[in-house]
């Protein structure tokens, strides 16, 4: 089925590859056939204000924010001088890393999930009536309602970080399954948060296949099923409307002559698919997706290339890497449903250059984020660089607007890591240095 696709062969060779979506149509072409659109997106930004002083009173880091979770868009030039210092246009980061209550990218969507089930669980038994605010979800008594409920989630970590956390502060019962790739500090957190965590022996896939079986003999249990959920494709695409905000404040265009380069770790799609949605209802033509897959573990470039979603053990891998948040070896179906028309194409990335980049951005920038976070920063330099980057650009048209780009790397985690961790990370990168 793949043998004569010559991208199938580089991964298989874990070669690190920059490859062209054949299949991406222009924004409104690609949206106009999607089950979600504009509308989808707004709802799920007023329910997340509506949700706020809810979420400023269970945490009262978000008290600055008045309950909304958002992260910063920060320019890193001392990183760009070190990592790509003759690209042309401007690296900025957004800086999900340091998002918080879960420190990672799935505080948007795995949040957005848990709270859209409280709610809707507290209007069917009838302890949440129309017009009334989101605190009513503190009380005792939709507390005890919460209490006899379960809501489970398979993870590699940091999906398990978001709903376990959550879930816990409402009161629910919280299980997280987790694959054998999660760091042993994510389980010990969540403990510590009276969460349930089962260990598996076995990869992500397995961990929420587990979940989800056991979740379905319990009436009273709810699973966040990272796979296949509408909830996180649209919490997660609520960024998008929030960063253009945040770039009109900063006086940074994206227009025809500012095309907008956004470079996203990829694990299921579910979050760089959402996000890659919003911006593309956001900025249309002008915005360009690529996502970053470990070599290991391709999964979302093996369903777009051959269109079949097959598990990357096909090709012989084994996901075998330090990027735990990306260790998935099938790719959701629903998400690559979503997105196949609007990703411009994705990238691999060897475990060596998630150190080597983690800790150059702690050497120029003092900011710190974990393995997964890190594989986007190779992006610009690969889409100016290889022959099948300056193709698109060639393509695009974009070739002589490269001047006046923003390259914006999304960093998706790495605010809870503890110090000992981080320091395992820069000897990882001294070793390959
Ligand atoms: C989960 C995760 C991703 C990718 O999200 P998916 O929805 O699995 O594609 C990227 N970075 C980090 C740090 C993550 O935890």
Redesign the pocket.
Known sequence: MTADIPEIKALKDRKPIFWINPTLHSAADALAGLPLGQDDMSAAERRLAWFAPLLAALFPELGKTGGIIESAVVPVPAMQAALAPNLPGRIWIKADHDLPVSG???ARGGIYEVLLFAENLAREKGLLASGEDASRLADDEVRNLFGKYTVAVGS????GLSIGTMAAALGFKAVVHMSADAKDWKKHRLRNRGVTVVEHDADYGRAVQAGRLEAAKDPNAYFVD?ENSEALFLGYSVAARRLQIQFRDLGVAVDRDHPLFVYL?????????GIAFGLKQVFGDRVHCFFAEPVQAPCMLLALATGAIAPVADLGLTLTTEAD??A?GRASERVVGLIRNLVSGIFTVPDTDLFCHLGMLFNQEAIRI?S??AAGFGGPARLIQTSSGRDYLEKQRLTDRLDGATHLIWS??GRLVPADEFNGFLRRRDASA
């Open positions: 990672s990218v799935k590699t970590g940091n999906l990272d770790p990829c694990g299921v799609g579910g979050a760089p698919g948040g990306l998935v974990e997964s976070a998706t985690g």
